[in-house]
């Protein structure tokens, strides 16, 4: 499955929230070193219930849209 997705560093708190369209994950971490990505990473596999190793960034490394892939 793939998601669009839209990643809010340096938030107070880490989350997801359905957007229609996307989710919007807010992370704790700064967009500094890939910290974000792997926080992103890491919400995710909570919010879908999966391992890390399960989920990749597919699209967009470096930009706060992103495409992820979560196998099932």
């Not at 369209?21 to 700064?30: G, M, Y």
């Not at 910290?35 to 930009?63: M, Q, T």
């Amino acid at each position: 499955m793939k998601v669009r997705v839209r990643i809010k560093p340096n938030s107070r708190r880490a989350g997801v929230e359905d957007m229609g369209e996307f989710l919007l994950v807010r992370v704790k971490s700064p967009p500094v070193e890939g910290r974000a990505n792997r926080e992103l990473l890491e919400v995710l596999s909570d919010y879908f219930h999966v391992p890390k190793s399960r989920i990749r960034i597919v699209a967009g490394k470096s930009s706060r849209n992103k495409l992820v892939e979560i196998d099932e």
